[in-house]
């Protein structure tokens, strides 16, 4: 019987965490004038982002984590649900990891556009 109810327990917290990986729509979903879908397939979604110089995209999640791999200069601070914020500067060229996420928004403070790619695999 306990294992019975620790199973049951340990599928709602799975599902509750899904749930809350879903509290603001996908990147692509919430902002397509900044994020466009532009290969997809049963294992990988590949996403381009453009963020014009001085925008603040619209707050979205990561539903999925993914790599990021930056085609220009770039430094974007990130405006977290809660309140807080972080700066991310990344170079041309440069890949680096990103983690599932439920809600934030990403502002580009650079003083030219930025460019780069995310890859999600499924």
């Known amino acids: 019987m ?3 109810v620790l199973l049951g327990l340990s599928a709602f917290l799975v599902s509750v965490g899904a749930a809350a990986a879903q509290s603001a729509p996908p990147s692509y979903e919430a ?3 900044v994020y466009k ?3 997809e397939d ?3 979604r590949v996403i381009s ?3 014009k110089k001085g925008v603040t995209d619209k707050q979205h999640s990561h539903p999925l984590a993914f790599v990021t791999y930056a085609l220009d200069d770039c430094t974007v601070k990130v405006h977290n649900s809660d309140g807080t914020t972080r700066e991310l500067k990344a ?3 440069e890949a680096r990891t990103g983690p599932m996420t439920t809600s934030h928004a990403a ?3 650079t003083d030219a556009d930025c460019h ?3 890859i999600e695999r499924k």
């Open 31 to 33: 902002d397509p004038t």
């Open 49 to 51: 982002a453009t963020w």
């Open 42 to 44: 049963q294992n990988f």
């Open 37 to 39: 879908v532009i290969f």
């Open 2 to 4: 306990a294992r019975y």
């Open 107 to 109: 502002e580009n403070v």
């Open 91 to 93: 170079k041309a060229g």
């Open 116 to 118: 780069g790619l995310l």
